[in-house]
T-cell receptor, first 114, second 112 residues
């Protein structure tokens, strides 16, 4: 069974640019989550999608947005990139939306802002 | 609000020694608790989970954790450390809003 896949693996952007990160969940999983892992800040929850709807978002500005497609894959968009957006962005998926469902993670996209 | 505290940002053990990584949680509802491991340049891998039922939970790679409600703890143990166990370990609690709330992580070093 294929795990969660994310693309691209690495990205280098400059301040003010826009970026789109992609995530394919495990087959059969309907919920997709995005997290940011920035140096010194730990793992921070960004967004949760289930059945195509945004269910919850973390304490991030509106320039962080995303969507979930009918095949349950997801995109994370970040506009007006800032230096502080440099981080590893992790996508996870789960079978259903219960809090007891474990989240399974991809290997992430490492975003560097110059 | 729920929170997780991992005691010790760095733990060093000798190969073959006991591994003990500490995690305490705060939750106003019965918690769902998880341990994840992260190897360099990789994502998080689920080690084990506690949802309901048996309080001693066995996971992959010989790890286990015990849920102690009275101590609000969920410490991770392994009887005998292996060099391949060197990684960063995260304890997390799940909230009803879908998100995992992570501790700050503990980096485990294993000395030969």
């Amino acid at each position: 069974e294929a795990g969660v896949t994310q693309s691209p693996t690495h990205l280098i952007k400059t301040r003010g640019q826009q970026v789109t990160l992609r995530c394919s969940p495990i087959s059969g999983h309907t919920s997709v989550y995005w997290y940011q892992q920035a140096l010194g800040l730990g793992l921070q929850f960004l967004l949760w999608y289930d059945e195509g709807e945004e269910r919850n978002r973390g304490n991030f500005p509106p320039r962080f947005s995303g969507r979930q497609f009918p095949n349950y894959s997801s995109e994370l968009n970040v506009n007006a990139l800032e230096l502080e957006d440099s981080a590893l962005y992790l996508c996870a998926s789960s079978l259903g939306q219960g809090a007891n469902q474990p989240q399974h993670f991809g290997d992430g996209t490492r975003l560097s802002i110059l | 609000a729920q929170s997780v505290t991992q005691l010790g940002s760095h733990v060093s053990v000798s190969e073959g020694a006991l591994v003990l990584l500490r995690c305490n949680y705060s939750s106003s509802v019965p918690p769902y608790l998880f341990w994840y491991v992260q190897y360099p340049n990789q994502g998080l891998q689920l080690l084990l989970k506690y949802t309901t039922g048996a309080t001693l939970v066995k996971g992959i790679n010989g790890f286990e954790a015990e849920f102690k409600k009275s101590e609000t703890s969920f410490h991770l143990t392994k009887p005998s450390a292996h060099m391949s166990d060197a990684a960063e370990y995260f304890c997390a609690v799940s909230d009803q809003g879908g998100k995992l709330i992570f501790g700050q992580g503990t980096e485990l070093s294993v000395k030969p």
